[in-house]
């Protein structure tokens, strides 16, 4: 294994985003494969005893078992930290995979976490029921609200944890005063910014400490694989993060981790793309749904703080019909080209009802509390010509009588 440029900090921290999104993290085998190859071994062997007695002490560099490190899911984890601009990433086997292990790798019984009250159905279920069966105290606030974040700190807060836009809400997040405010207080940011991805917004860039991915989304891209990432310090990876992760073992897959290099390759074009085609419909639709919800919009109460932390605003948002779930249902019946999923991130349009799919288990009293009304519906705008999709969205408005 020879390392290429690409794996030189030295080299790559002069490279711009999209040179490091195609480029950041190669490793080159003798063949000189110009793609990443795909390492799928489990395990690794040695010339000599004394190898292995290196690698395992943490005095050499190098392979020992894919529970530790894998060559191919080491070139996401490093093209991953150089497009977050963090010091350190590790893959995850999937988007929740990632959030479970940042948060468990560093709270104890008798810590306290504020999390977002909007927030997707997994990441809601972990605050709510995971951590109380830790021990772990958990308040549950308005994240729009700055003076919110600050009147739930006790003294025994480690971690804030939080996403930006939130799914489906689309509620923003000021990561500047909140990022600053656990800073204040030693407290721990963990952002979820799967939403955004790295193209569009670095919450790092604000004074977050850890950046968590379902990878899955956008950075796949076309709806392959599942995958995760936590992005943070080379403290927080190798105190906290490893001795969690090599001994519970939620680990990518180096098939899944090769997908997603090379769904990177691309996400700079497609996310820009995506998120320009979305402002268009959210704006074709606003006059004829009940509510829209897209902080690309001026009509969304915190677009102007959206702007100021996303280069632009990406693929997904949501809308609301008045005639609550049969309505909503129905207008997904009569979509022709969109596909109903309650998948996001996909190169395909996908839409759905998430208080009957991904919101589900929330139940209807906390949906009801962070905003996830019966007629509301998330759209994912993918990569179809855009004249496609306004007709299939109107011709499904006016099956409903929008
Ligand atoms: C999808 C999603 C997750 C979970 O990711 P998986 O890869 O499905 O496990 C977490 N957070 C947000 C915001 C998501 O959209």
Redesign the pocket.
Known sequence: MKRDTGQNREITRHWRPATRAVRGGTWRSEQGETSEALFLSSGFSYDDAATPAARFAGEAEGMTYSRLQNPTVAMLEERIALMEGAEACRAQA??????TTALLCQLSAGDHIVAARA??G??RWLVDHLCPRFGIEVSVIDARNNAAWEAAIRKNTKVFFF?TP??PTMDIVDLGFVCELAREHGITTVV?N??ATPVLQRPMEWGADVV?Y????MMDGQGRV???AVCASHEFINDKLLPFQRNTGPNLSPFNAWVVLKGLETLDLRIRRQSESAVKLGRMMERRVARMLHPGLPSHPQHNLALRQMEACGPIFSFEVEGGRPQAHALLDALELIDISN???DSRSLMCHPAST?HHSVGPEAREAMGVSEGMLRLNVGLEDIADLAEDIDGALRAVGL
């Open positions: 999937s988007g929740m995979a990632a959030m927030a997707f997994s990441c996403e939130a799914n979820d799967a939403f968590a379902s990878a899955t989304k599942l995958a995760g998948n996001i991130g991904t």
